[in-house]
Protein backbone atom coordinates (compact mmCIF):
# COMPACT_ATOMS: atom_id res chain seq x y z
CA UNK A 1 0.00 0.00 0.00
CA UNK A 2 1.11 3.44 -0.95
CA UNK A 3 0.80 5.81 1.80
CA UNK A 4 -0.04 9.35 0.49
CA UNK A 5 0.16 12.75 2.70
CA UNK A 6 -1.71 16.03 2.09
CA UNK A 7 -1.64 18.94 3.88
CA UNK A 8 -3.95 21.77 4.08
CA UNK A 9 -3.91 25.23 3.19
CA UNK A 10 -5.68 25.70 6.63
CA UNK A 11 -4.07 24.15 9.34
CA UNK A 12 -7.18 22.49 10.50
CA UNK A 13 -5.69 21.68 14.02
CA UNK A 14 -8.71 20.20 16.31
CA UNK A 15 -8.88 22.82 18.98
CA UNK A 16 -9.30 20.46 22.05
CA UNK A 17 -6.26 18.32 21.40
CA UNK A 18 -2.58 19.26 22.20
CA UNK A 19 -0.17 20.09 19.40
CA UNK A 20 1.39 16.19 20.56
CA UNK A 21 -2.16 14.37 20.23
CA UNK A 22 -2.55 16.66 16.65
CA UNK A 23 0.24 15.06 15.48
CA UNK A 24 -0.52 11.78 16.51
CA UNK A 25 -3.60 11.45 15.11
CA UNK A 26 -2.85 10.20 11.87
CA UNK A 27 -1.06 7.40 13.77
CA UNK A 28 -3.52 7.08 15.71
CA UNK A 29 -6.07 6.70 13.21
CA UNK A 30 -3.98 3.94 11.44
CA UNK A 31 -3.57 1.87 14.64
CA UNK A 32 0.17 2.78 14.91
CA UNK A 33 1.20 4.35 18.35
CA UNK A 34 4.22 2.89 18.81
CA UNK A 35 6.84 3.94 20.64
CA UNK A 36 9.30 4.02 17.82
CA UNK A 37 6.86 6.77 15.49
CA UNK A 38 6.11 8.54 18.89
CA UNK A 39 9.68 9.37 19.33
CA UNK A 40 9.90 10.32 15.63
CA UNK A 41 7.31 12.77 15.89
CA UNK A 42 8.94 14.02 19.27
CA UNK A 43 12.12 14.28 16.91
CA UNK A 44 10.08 16.44 13.87
CA UNK A 45 9.03 18.51 16.90
CA UNK A 46 12.40 19.47 18.18
CA UNK A 47 13.64 19.45 14.92
CA UNK A 48 10.87 22.26 13.87
CA UNK A 49 11.17 24.33 17.65
CA UNK A 50 7.84 23.19 18.98
CA UNK A 51 9.08 21.01 21.70
CA UNK A 52 8.73 22.90 24.38
CA UNK A 53 4.63 23.14 22.97
CA UNK A 54 4.09 19.65 22.91
CA UNK A 55 0.92 20.02 25.85
CA UNK A 56 0.21 23.90 24.59
CA UNK A 57 -3.17 23.68 22.63
CA UNK A 58 -3.58 25.44 19.14
CA UNK A 59 -5.08 28.66 20.43
CA UNK A 60 -1.69 29.47 22.42
CA UNK A 61 0.02 28.72 19.14
CA UNK A 62 0.93 31.60 16.89
CA UNK A 63 -0.03 31.00 13.17
CA UNK A 64 3.34 29.65 11.96
CA UNK A 65 3.65 27.37 14.98
CA UNK A 66 0.00 25.91 13.95
CA UNK A 67 1.67 25.62 10.66
CA UNK A 68 4.46 23.82 11.62
CA UNK A 69 2.28 21.34 13.79
CA UNK A 70 -0.21 20.62 10.57
CA UNK A 71 3.18 19.72 8.78
CA UNK A 72 4.41 17.39 11.55
CA UNK A 73 0.95 15.67 11.51
CA UNK A 74 1.44 15.57 7.94
CA UNK A 75 4.94 13.84 7.81
CA UNK A 76 4.39 11.59 10.48
CA UNK A 77 3.09 8.50 8.65
CA UNK A 78 6.23 8.54 6.34
CA UNK A 79 4.32 8.96 3.26
CA UNK A 80 5.42 7.79 0.13
CA UNK A 81 4.19 10.53 -1.77
CA UNK A 82 4.28 13.81 -0.66
CA UNK A 83 1.02 16.12 -2.08
CA UNK A 84 2.41 19.53 -0.49
CA UNK A 85 2.52 22.25 -3.37
CA UNK A 86 5.78 23.95 -4.01
CA UNK A 87 5.85 26.87 -1.83
CA UNK A 88 4.67 24.68 1.38
CA UNK A 89 7.65 22.72 0.81
CA UNK A 90 9.92 25.51 0.59
CA UNK A 91 8.39 27.21 3.55
CA UNK A 92 8.56 23.77 5.50
CA UNK A 93 11.84 23.74 5.32
CA UNK A 94 14.12 24.39 8.18
CA UNK A 95 17.94 22.42 7.65
CA UNK A 96 20.43 22.22 4.66
CA UNK A 97 18.54 18.33 4.11
CA UNK A 98 15.32 19.76 3.29
CA UNK A 99 16.24 22.68 0.98
CA UNK A 100 17.84 19.62 -0.94
CA UNK A 101 15.42 17.40 -0.92
CA UNK A 102 13.01 20.51 -1.97
CA UNK A 103 15.52 21.11 -4.58
CA UNK A 104 15.44 17.31 -5.75
CA UNK A 105 11.18 17.08 -5.70
CA UNK A 106 11.15 20.54 -7.44
CA UNK A 107 14.12 21.15 -9.73
CA UNK A 108 12.12 23.76 -11.33
CA UNK A 109 9.70 25.38 -8.75
CA UNK A 110 9.53 28.90 -8.42
CA UNK A 111 11.90 28.58 -5.25
CA UNK A 112 14.60 26.87 -6.34
CA UNK A 113 17.37 30.12 -6.50
CA UNK A 114 16.05 31.05 -2.69
CA UNK A 115 16.46 27.38 -1.59
CA UNK A 116 20.15 27.49 -3.11
CA UNK A 117 20.68 30.71 -1.71
CA UNK A 118 19.85 29.00 1.78
CA UNK A 119 22.08 26.06 1.34
CA UNK A 120 25.11 28.49 0.72
CA UNK A 121 24.17 30.37 3.94
CA UNK A 122 23.24 27.63 6.18
CA UNK A 123 26.41 25.87 4.74
CA UNK A 124 28.36 28.99 5.65
CA UNK A 125 27.39 29.67 9.40
CA UNK A 126 28.11 26.39 9.77
CA UNK A 127 31.27 26.82 9.49
CA UNK A 128 33.76 26.40 12.50
CA UNK A 129 37.38 25.77 11.55
CA UNK A 130 39.93 26.00 8.82
CA UNK A 131 38.79 22.78 6.96
CA UNK A 132 35.11 23.83 7.21
CA UNK A 133 35.43 27.17 5.38
CA UNK A 134 38.23 25.62 3.37
CA UNK A 135 34.99 22.97 2.17
CA UNK A 136 32.48 25.91 1.98
CA UNK A 137 35.14 27.82 -0.96
CA UNK A 138 35.64 24.50 -2.56
CA UNK A 139 31.91 23.42 -2.56
CA UNK A 140 30.30 27.22 -3.58
CA UNK A 141 33.74 29.28 -6.12
CA UNK A 142 30.98 31.32 -6.76
CA UNK A 143 29.16 31.95 -3.25
CA UNK A 144 27.45 35.09 -1.72
CA UNK A 145 29.76 34.51 1.57
CA UNK A 146 32.72 33.94 -0.94
CA UNK A 147 35.56 36.50 0.43
CA UNK A 148 34.23 36.10 3.98
CA UNK A 149 35.16 32.42 3.45
CA UNK A 150 38.44 33.26 2.33
CA UNK A 151 39.23 35.90 4.82
CA UNK A 152 38.12 33.34 7.58
CA UNK A 153 40.71 30.86 6.15
CA UNK A 154 43.36 33.72 6.48
CA UNK A 155 42.71 34.37 9.81
CA UNK A 156 43.04 31.08 10.86
CA UNK A 157 46.17 30.53 8.60
CA UNK A 158 47.73 33.47 10.52
CA UNK A 159 46.87 32.12 13.68
CA UNK A 160 48.50 28.89 13.07
CA UNK A 161 51.37 30.31 11.80
CA UNK A 162 51.04 32.34 14.98
CA UNK A 163 51.54 29.22 17.19
CA UNK A 164 54.23 27.60 15.16
CA UNK A 165 56.71 30.25 15.64
CA UNK A 166 55.96 30.46 19.09
CA UNK A 167 56.86 26.44 19.47
CA UNK A 168 59.54 27.27 17.45
CA UNK A 169 61.14 29.43 19.86
CA UNK A 170 59.68 27.58 22.67
CA UNK A 171 61.52 24.63 21.41
CA UNK A 172 65.21 26.76 19.91
CA UNK A 173 65.03 28.05 23.20
CA UNK A 174 66.08 24.53 24.91
CA UNK A 175 69.23 23.92 26.65
CA UNK A 176 68.01 21.28 29.25
CA UNK A 177 66.32 18.23 30.01
CA UNK A 178 63.54 20.40 31.75
CA UNK A 179 63.38 22.85 28.96
CA UNK A 180 62.79 19.94 27.12
CA UNK A 181 60.43 18.43 28.92
CA UNK A 182 58.47 21.53 29.60
CA UNK A 183 57.90 21.84 26.24
CA UNK A 184 56.17 18.07 25.32
CA UNK A 185 53.99 18.90 28.25
CA UNK A 186 53.17 22.25 26.63
CA UNK A 187 53.15 20.68 23.06
CA UNK A 188 51.96 17.25 23.31
CA UNK A 189 51.23 17.02 19.84
CA UNK A 190 53.84 19.68 18.40
CA UNK A 191 56.39 19.66 15.61
CA UNK A 192 59.23 19.03 17.22
CA UNK A 193 58.13 15.96 19.05
CA UNK A 194 61.09 13.36 17.86
CA UNK A 195 63.19 16.09 17.86
CA UNK A 196 62.78 16.69 21.76
CA UNK A 197 62.39 13.18 23.01
CA UNK A 198 66.22 12.60 21.03
CA UNK A 199 67.45 15.64 22.56
CA UNK A 200 66.37 14.40 26.14
CA UNK A 201 67.92 10.93 25.38
CA UNK A 202 71.08 12.53 24.46
CA UNK A 203 71.42 15.08 27.61
CA UNK A 204 70.81 12.27 29.76
CA UNK A 205 73.26 9.81 27.91
CA UNK A 206 76.16 12.69 28.70
CA UNK A 207 74.86 13.75 31.96
CA UNK A 208 75.30 10.10 32.75
CA UNK A 209 78.63 9.84 31.87
CA UNK A 210 79.70 12.84 33.98
CA UNK A 211 78.56 11.53 36.86
CA UNK A 212 80.19 8.40 36.34
CA UNK A 213 83.33 10.37 35.49
CA UNK A 214 83.22 11.60 38.73
CA UNK A 215 82.44 8.85 40.69
CA UNK A 216 85.46 7.08 38.81
CA UNK A 217 87.80 10.41 39.20
CA UNK A 218 86.41 10.25 43.12
CA UNK A 219 87.66 6.59 43.37
CA UNK A 220 91.15 7.22 42.36
CA UNK A 221 91.76 10.10 44.21
CA UNK A 222 90.70 7.97 47.03
CA UNK A 223 92.95 5.28 45.76
CA UNK A 224 95.98 7.75 45.45
CA UNK A 225 95.53 9.46 48.89
CA UNK A 226 95.31 5.82 50.71
CA UNK A 227 98.36 4.77 48.91
CA UNK A 228 100.39 7.88 49.69
CA UNK A 229 98.65 6.85 53.86
CA UNK A 230 100.44 3.94 53.53
Not at 11 to 17: E, H, K, S
Not at 32 to 59: A, Q
Not at 128 to 151: E, I, M
Request: aromatic share 12%; glycine share 4%.
Amino acid sequence: NIKVSYMFQEDALFPWLTVLDNCLLGLKIQNKLTKENISYVKNLLKKYGLESFEKSFPNELSGGMRQRVALIRTLSIKPDIDLRTDEERYNSCKTIDDYEKYLKAFPYGRFVEHAKQKIDYLTFISCRSKVDYQRYVRLYPNGKYLTQAKNKISEFQRIEDEKKKQESDMFHSCHSIMDYENYLSKYQHGMYLDEAHEKIRKLQARRNILIWLVIIIFALVAIIIYNKDR
